[in-house]
């Protein structure tokens, strides 16, 4: 059973142009979340979807960031106009649909796409 | 969700218990502790959570304090390869609850 996949693991661009990467989650797994990690600084939250909808983006920059989680394939995080203080690395993780019944929310986590901004 | 409060760093021994705490005096009835572990740049891993009973994995044991201000996470035999970033988090129970880290605690294996 793969887990949370992430590509590409390495990214590299210049000021000014677009990053997008891209989060499959783990088979059966509905809901996705973006977390971002700065260099020397924990992992902050980002966003949260489920399939074709945006349920908190909370921790979403206001400008040049976007997410979506289309009914057909990965979940993409883009964005735009890059500058140096966008350089971290991403993580996505996924989780089963809850049930009030079951244990909690546990998520599981991708290995990351490292930004790298010039 | 609740704050939680972990020491910086601690230390063991190959081969010996290691016990990390974690307080979370304003934890709420209907949040649950979670443990994740962070090795090395790694994407973080999930270990164990619980609600208010005792957990066991494979992975680690969970003691939570039945006034659920505290915890215990215990991995039973330390190997070097369990030196990470350990996470003490309180997250709602309801789906798509987010996951505040901390700076949690940084556990290093000593051979």
């Known amino acids: 059973n793969a887990g949370v996949m992430q590509n590409p693991r390495h990214l590299v661009r210049r000021r000014g142009q677009e990053a997008r990467l891209r989060c499959s989650p783990m088979?059966?797994?509905?809901?996705v979340y973006w977390y971002r990690q700065l260099p020397e600084e924990g992992l902050k939250f980002m966003v949260y979807l489920q399939k074709e909808n945006i349920i908190d983006e909370s921790g979403m920059p206001k400008e040049r960031f976007s997410a979506e989680f289309p009914k057909e394939g990965p979940s993409i995080l883009r964005i735009q106009q890059v500058v140096r203080g966008d350089s971290a690395a991403y993580f996505c993780?996924?989780?089963?649909?809850?049930?009030?019944?079951?244990?909690?929310?546990?998520?599981?986590f991708g290995p990351g796409t490292r930004l790298t901004v010039l | 969700d609740a704050k939680t409060t972990q020491p910086t760093s601690m230390d063991c021994a190959e081969g010996r218990a290691a016990n990390l705490p974690c307080n979370h005096s304003t934890i709420s009835g209907n949040e649950y502790v979670y443990w994740y572990r962070q090795i090395h740049s790694q994407g973080p891993q999930y270990i164990i959570h619980g609600l208010k009973n005792n957990e066991t994995n494979e992975m680690a044991s969970l003691i939570i304090t039945e006034d659920r201000k505290s915890s215990t996470l215990i991995l039973p035999h330390a190997t070097l390869r369990d030196t990470a970033v350990y996470y003490c988090?309180?997250?709602?129970?309801?789906?798509?609850?987010?996951?505040?880290f901390g700076e949690g605690t940084q556990l290093t294996v000593n051979p």
């Open positions: 988090i309180v997250s709602g129970v309801t789906s798509g609850s987010r996951l505040t």
């Open positions: 993780a996924s989780s089963p649909r809850w049930e009030v019944s079951r244990t909690g929310n546990e998520q599981f």
């Open positions: 088979k059966g797994h509905s809901h």
